[in-house]
C-alpha cells in the first residue's frame, strides 16, 4: 500500500512539474487529417483526468462546409484504470484510433493530409473572457487574414455558460476582401469562462480552413483545458 501511495505521488508532482502551478486536467490537441477533397477533417484530444489519474481521449470527425460533426462522429473512451509510471494518456488515443478505422475509411480520411498551419498561439493557456483578434498571411497564396474571437460570458460558478463565434477577413493578393463568421452564438456552453485561438490551419489541397479553439472550464481543481474546432470553406 505504501509503495502504490508513492506512486501517486510521484504522478502528481511529474504532472504538477510540467504544467507549472496549473490546476485541472489539460487535454493535448491532435490532428488527424482531411479527405482528400479536403470536406471532412479528423482531429483528437487526450489527456489523463486529474482526480482519478485514468487516461481519456476523444475523437472528432467533422463536416468541414457543414461546420458539423457527422453522424457519429463523437466518440469518447476513459480507460478503468490510472496512469502507469511515465505515460501521459495517449494510450487511451490509441485505443479509440486504433477501434475507429472503420469509420475514418468511411469518410475517406488519410492520416497524411494533415493541416498546414498558418498561425500557432505562442503563449500557454492564455484564454480570455474579453476575446482576441489575431493576424496572420498565408505565404505560398499571398492572402493575409484577421480573425476576431467573439465571446459572451453568463453568470459565474456552476451558473455559468458561454458562447462565441470568429469574424474571419480574407484579403486576396489582389486587395480583394471576403469576410466569413463562424462559431454557435446561441449555443450555450456550460461552465466554460473563456476561448483562446489555439491554430489556425489549411487543407493541403483546397480551401478547407480549420480553426482550433482552446477552452478553460471550470473545475474542483482550478481549470480544464478541452478543444473544439470551427470549419469552414473559404
Given amino acids: 500500500m505504501r509503495l502504490k501511495i508513492a506512486f501517486y505521488v510521484v504522478i502528481i ?27 471532412i477533417y479528423m482531429f483528437a484530444q487526450y489527456g489523463v483526468e486529474s482526480k482519478t489519474l ?9 463536416d468541414v462546409p457543414r461546420n458539423n460533426f457527422v453522424p457519429g462522429g463523437r466518440i469518447s473512451y476513459t480507460h478503468d484504470y490510472p496512469v502507469l509510471a511515465g505515460q501521459d494518456g495517449a494510450g487511451a488515443l490509441f485505443r479509440l484510433i486504433s477501434r475507429n478505422t472503420a469509420l475514418a475509411e468511411q469518410y475517406g480520411v488519410t492520416y497524411l493530409f494533415q493541416g498546414q498551419a498558418l498561425y500557432i498561439a505562442l503563449d500557454e493557456h492564455q484564454a480570455t473572457p474579453r476575446g482576441e483578434t489575431i493576424e496572420f ?37 489582389n486587395g480583394s476582401k471576403k469576410t466569413y463568421t463562424v462559431g454557435t452564438p446561441q449555443l450555450k456552453r456550460p461552465l466554460i469562462n473563456s476561448y483562446h485561438i489555439k491554430k489556425v490551419m489549411i487543407a493541403p489541397h483546397d480551401g478547407s480552413v480549420i480553426i482550433v479553439i482552446e477552452m478553460r472550464k471550470q473545475s474542483d481543481n482550478g481549470a480544464d483545458i478541452r478543444y473544439m474546432v470551427e470549419a469552414l470553406r473559404l
Fill in 13 to 39: 508532482a511529474l504532472m504538477l512539474a510540467t504544467t507549472g502551478v496549473w490546476a485541472g486536467d489539460i487535454a493535448s490537441y491532435v490532428d488527424l487529417g482531411f479527405s482528400p477533397d479536403g470536406r
Fill in 54 to 62: 485514468r487516461p481519456w481521449a476523444d475523437l472528432f470527425i467533422v
Fill in 137 to 173: 498571411r498565408d505565404f505560398e497564396t499571398g492572402a493575409s487574414y484577421k480573425a476576431t474571437l467573439c465571446p459572451t460570458v453568463e453568470g459565474s460558478g456552476a451558473q455559468l455558460k458561454s458562447s462565441f463565434y470568429i469574424n474571419l477577413e480574407r484579403t486576396g493578393l
